[in-house]
């Protein structure tokens, strides 16, 4: 099976500090994603990358900023972290197609 | 502009009885819709699938349906159990292989 993996499950951070969140995936697919989700809001796609050291603005890309350096790890950073990125973010991965896997998640809180 | 729409955020079920969830679009162009599960502290998890050429797709208790002219799609669980309890996201994808989330119902299974 498939894994990723989201470094931490539970983030608590201060304002303006810069925030680094890791996802890791096992299975050599091309494409990863971040996603925030928010209640009544759904899934929000904040950044993706089809390709190592390539990436690609979702929605609601304002406030972050993305690395892919290797095939298997997607950073997503907050540069100057703000209460309303509190939220729940989640990291997939895909080889093709709508065959989506995510991590567990990881809680953020900005105070 | 929502393009994904589940308009129940919340929905109470019997055990043993039918749960029936909706969902709504309105972008004509998509082409492959999806049903995730999600539990607390957990990412969403792929449940079932169907291609806009299908109306119908079933796999165990849980069925998809589509209607195209209404932009319109179903999931129905039979017979609802407690391990049902999620929320429930209702995806929709375009040629480029993104997705496009609902907000999410949270089915809630009464014993």
């Known amino acids: 099976d498939v894994k990723v993996t989201q470094s931490s499950r539970y983030l608590v951070k201060r304002t303006g500090e810069k925030v680094f969140l890791e996802c890791v995936q096992d299975m050599d697919h091309e494409n990863m994603f971040w996603y925030r989700q928010d209640p009544g809001l759904g899934l929000r796609l904040i950044y993706f990358?089809?390709?190592?050291?390539?990436?690609e603005k979702g929605d609601i890309p304002e406030g972050y900023s993305v690395s892919r350096e290797k095939k298997e790890r997607f950073s997503l950073i907050l540069e100057s972290a703000s209460t309303n990125q509190t939220s729940m973010y989640l990291c997939?991965?895909?080889?093709?197609?709508?065959?989506?896997?995510f991590g567990s998640g990881t809680r953020l809180t900005v105070v | 502009d929502q393009q994904v729409k589940q308009n129940s955020p919340s929905l109470s079920v019997q055990e043993g009885r039918i749960s029936i969830l909706n969902c709504d679009y309105t972008n004509s162009m998509f082409d492959y819709f999806l049903w995730y599960k999600k539990y607390p502290a957990e990412g969403p998890t792929f449940l079932i699938s169907?291609?806009?050429i299908k109306d119908k797709n079933e796999d165990g208790r849980f069925t998809v349906f589509l209607n195209k002219s209404a932009k319109h799609l179903s999931l129905h669980i039979v017979p609802s159990q407690p391990g049902d309890s999620a929320v429930y996201f209702c995806a929709a994808g375009d040629s480029n292989y993104q997705l496009i989330w609902g907000a999410g119902t949270k089915l809630i299974i009464k014993p």
């Open positions: 169907i291609s806009s």
């Open positions: 997939a991965s895909s080889l093709d197609g709508y065959g989506y896997t």
């Open positions: 990358s089809y390709d190592v050291k390539m990436k």
